[in-house]
């Protein structure tokens, strides 16, 4: 009777430790999955700070790139509006996609730090502005020496901005980026020196003879 009644507990024992031992395992991919998530998942501030100021930087360039297209007289000053635009609008498609694969929907305005930030950036809308009332070889002065100054400041702050990335994904585009910021830099360089010359490619004329 005692062997009967003891295999009746030990039959119901071992279906509640099998079902222990079934949700251990759960609980811990449970665990892993949450900090696989939070891994993943939404940004840090300090990486929303840095994508909020290159989304920024993107809209600025290409809305320059459009004027300089729209209204310099200069085929080589011309052909760098366009370079801006096409160059800023695919690293603004990769910024967006970099988001959205971090669970941001959109990419929040950048907000001023610092009562400086907020005078540079009511410095640079005021800049912006005069430009665009400019015409012919004033306005190529004024957009080229906007270009040179707006992006060696860029090239400064992308160096900050690779440091204090958290995100390995986001370090790699800043380091993708940079180079193509320092072309930009170089480029309007170039034609300060010879607005007439192509941006894109070095004067190939022949020699007079």
Known sequence: MKLRALAIITAFALPTLAIADDKTPAADKTATDKATTEK???LSAD???IISHLHHVNQMEIDLGKTAE?????????SYGKTLVDDHQSADKDLMAFAKKHNQ????????????DRQDQKDMTTQVAHMKTLK????????LNMMVSGHDKELAKIDVSIGAATDPDLQTMLKSV?????????????????PQASADQPDTKPPAH
């Open 70 to 78: 729209q209204k310099s007289t200069t085929a080589g000053v011309k």
């Open 40 to 42: 993943t998942g939404k």
């Open 47 to 49: 990486d929303l700070k």
């Open 105 to 116: 929907a959109a990419i929040p305005a950048e907000k001023p730090d610092s009562d400086a």
């Open 178 to 194: 940079k180079p193509v910021l320092q072309r930009h830099s170089d480029q309007a360089r170039d034609l300060q020196k010879s």
């Open 136 to 143: 012919g070889a004033d306005f190529d002065k004024e957009f």
